[in-house]
């Protein structure tokens, strides 16, 4: 009994209704995206994948943060110049009005500890060494590693499951997958040789928390003899 998938505010608060009864993935929020660059970075890439969450929602999140000052002054030349081309530019545009940044750091040190404290649902690092950057991500939804890869790809056709934490939960939660569908039982089995090792740690805990009943069923154990099952 599992109800699971992306959505609008409305799917979210269906999804809450029904959390308890059933297992939900998690209660999304707007689409997000944030990207790290470095200076050979291209402005009109950047660009392109903050209009391509800001399109989704007037609530999505698209943010730069680099370290560059020449590619956050042209990044936002080229914002400018792309969403008046787009077929919902005055969603695109309220989103970057209410809920887009570009922030200017000193090194990608600082850049990656920032992006960890946000802990996106898309992350993109346009960056020279991507895969060198990547080990210190901790907290993101999604990794999309170089220049080349728009969170797009993930979207469409990369392959991973693309049903994300939001709103800062990558840092507790992951991506919807197989593991979402599944549920684990503990199993327990002591022979009396274990039990007996153990009474005495177990009654006084019992006996610690007031719950009489629960040393109770050990000591009946431990005076009954050995009987024929173990």
């Not at 370290?67 to 400018?80: C, F, G, I, M």
């Not at 940044?101 to 898309?122: G, K, M, Y």
């Not at 991507?130 to 999309?144: E, K, N, S, T």
Request: aromatic share 4%; glycine share 6%; proline share 4%.
């Amino acid at each position: 009994d599992v109800i699971v998938g992306p959505g609008n505010q409305f799917v979210a608060e269906a999804k809450q209704q029904v959390m308890g009864r059933v297992r939900i993935d998690m209660l999304a929020g707007p689409s997000e995206v944030l990207i790290v660059a470095d200076d050979p970075a291209e402005p009109a890439f950047i660009a392109a994948d903050m209009l391509a969450q800001a399109e989704h929602d007037p609530q999505a999140l698209a943010l730069l943060i680099t370290t560059s000052r020449s590619v956050a002054e042209q990044t936002l030349v080229a914002l400018n110049e792309q969403v008046a081309r787009l077929s919902r530019r005055e969603i695109a545009q309220e989103a970057l009005d209410g809920r887009g940044a570009v922030l200017l750091v000193d090194t990608l040190d600082e850049a990656i500890d920032l992006a960890n404290d946000i802990a996106i649902e898309h992350l993109e690092l346009q960056v020279r060494e991507p895969w060198q950057w990547l080990p210190r991500v901790r907290h993101a939804g999604a990794i999309f590693l170089g220049s080349y890869t728009p969170e797009a790809c993930g979207d469409y056709v990369a392959g991973p499951n693309h049903v994300l934490p939001t709103m800062g939960t990558a840092r507790i939660a992951s991506a919807l997958g197989v593991e979402t569908f599944l549920k684990k039982s503990s199993i327990i089995s002591c022979s009396r040789r274990a039990l007996l090792a153990d009474a005495e740690h177990i009654q006084r805990l019992a006996a610690l928390e007031g719950l009489t009943a629960h040393g109770n069923s050990v000591a009946v154990r431990v005076a009954h003899g050995s009987g024929n099952r173990e």
